[in-house]
């Protein structure tokens, strides 16, 4: 949304409220009007005016009303027009704000997925960049984690123009191979993998396409295979596989952690909801969220398949592209 689009959306509201105020301010007077007027003619006594006219014949009779009796009606009627007024402008204020509250959610779920999406990346870059260092010092060739790093930094860039299509509430169509999406991510993690001591090894694949953008798939198969190279002791395995039917893919990881607990599995998948420290990195509480928003917004889903004092599975189920 460019400025022009935010000052166009302020002048909407700006004249929404106007007119609110403005209609809810008439409808206040004219009954406040109309029922000091009904309050007056209930009141008011006829007294002859004691005048006459040409030729002596009497202007007829006048209207009296007893201040005493009057008064207390409009002292009532103006506090109740006072509150009503509040209520209209209080009302009104709300209602006006509510694309600033929806403007600042929505920056700050920005930041927050940004700086959660982009801290992998960021530390495969570090790992690359000190191995072409030490191969360098050695007077070695370093071409390979070059071109690594040149991918890195395409990835880096792919998953920011995705992130700015969503947070523009637009959704950026496409298909996409999962063995293509999965070895992508396991190769942007694989220094990671190997700083941690975790061996992150890719099962059968299946080759069938989905039907979403291939760098949100890389994105869900990053987040899911970070969040267990996190909880994965050095020693052990991360796993990740793909299936297929005739209506979904299902990819599944399998870290060798000690399980989610029963207390922690119905918000695990909530934005900054953590569960127990059990491996060595202190997360944001983001990765599972932002994968479950993704799936949902094309489609999937993503669940706890099983858990153990051995292990958790996650299974991420995408529709197949038709």
Do not use: K
């Amino acid at each position: 949304m460019s400025a022009d689009d935010d000052r166009r959306v302020v002048r909407r509201a700006a004249l929404r409220v106007g007119t609110l105020v403005a209609g809810a301010s008439a409808v206040a007077i004219a009954v406040g009007v109309g029922v000091l007027v009904s309050v007056l003619v209930a009141q008011a006594r006829t007294e002859g005016s004691g005048r006459h006219g040409p030729g002596g014949a009497p202007t007829g009779d006048r209207f009296v009303v007893d201040l005493d009796d009057v008064l207390p009606w409009v002292i009532g009627l103006g506090l109740v027009g006072v509150v009503v007024l509040g209520l209209v402008g209080w009302a009104a204020a709300r209602w006006s704000v509510r694309p600033l509250d929806e403007a600042l959610r929505r920056q700050r779920a920005f930041v927050s997925d940004a700086s959660h999406e982009l801290r992998t990346p960021l530390t495969a870059l570090t790992s690359r960049i000190q191995i072409v260092q030490r191969r360098l010092h050695r007077g070695e060739p370093a071409d390979e984690p070059l071109d690594q790093l040149r991918r890195d930094a395409q990835i880096m860039d792919d998953v920011l123009a995705d992130m700015l299509l969503t947070a523009e509430g637009e959704v950026h169509t496409g298909t996409a191979r999962v063995d293509d999406s999965v070895r992508a991510a396991t190769d942007a993690l694989a220094s990671l993998a190997d700083d941690a001591g975790v061996h992150l090894r890719p099962g059968a694949l299946t080759n069938a396409t989905v039907a979403m953008p291939g760098v949100t798939v890389v994105r869900v198969c990053t987040a899911l295979l970070d969040n267990a190279i996190g909880h994965t002791p050095a020693g052990s395995e991360v796993t990740i596989t793909a299936d297929a039917d005739e209506r979904e893919v299902v990819v599944r990881v399998e870290d060798g952690g000690s399980g989610i607990r029963d207390d922690d599995l119905p918000r695990i998948f909530e934005r900054f909801a953590r569960g127990a420290e059990s491996g060595r990195r202190r997360g944001f509480g983001l990765g599972l969220a932002l994968v479950r928003e993704a799936a949902t917004r094309y489609g999937g889903s993503i669940e706890v398949e099983r858990t153990s004092p051995t292990g958790t599975v996650f299974a991420l189920r995408l529709p197949r592209a038709s």
